[in-house]
């Protein structure tokens, strides 16, 4: 496994086009603090404090391993390399403990795993998992993806797609 030192800011991502991100990829702990305080700032700003989690896997490794960690707080999202990072950013294991944070994925099992894995734990009291949590409202079932879900709230045209 290769480890190597990066950060990478995007800013004005287009999101459907009237919104923009700021997205933050690094391997850095240094840097990943730096975002981290200030998306605590954000955070401590908001009524509810909610964050998007996401977590991408090693394809080439087995057992597979947290490769990258995805934390979104309204339009400011950090990526972190954790595959590719030499040193571990201090803050982390304390944000995602935060008990004053709610974390929402989709299909979560999976990932809970693979963090500890790493090294890692998110407050499993304050974890939702959108998949069990919200059922289609017209047939009440489960989601069997995210895409399905993106299909319904975003646009009937992605959703037609996805089945084709």
Known sequence: MQHRRYTRGLRNVDLHGNHK???VCTSKGQDMDKMLSMLRRKLGRLPV??????????????????????????????????SAAKD??????????????????????????????????????????????WRDPYNKKKFDSLAVVAGRLIDIHYQHEEQN
């Open 21 to 23: 991100l700021h997205v």
């Open 49 to 82: 404090k909610l964050v998007g989690v996401d977590l991408e896997y090693t394809h080439y490794m087995k057992p597979q391993r947290a490769a990258v960690l995805q934390l979104c707080v309204e339009k400011e999202c950090l990526v972190h390399h954790i």
């Open 88 to 133: 571990r950013p201090m803050e982390l294991d304390k944000f995602l403990m935060n008990d004053e944070y709610t974390f929402a994925r989709f299909a979560i099992e999976g990932d809970k795993n693979n963090l500890k894995l790493a090294g890692l734990e998110i407050n499993s009291d304050n974890y939702i998992d959108i998949q069990v949590e």
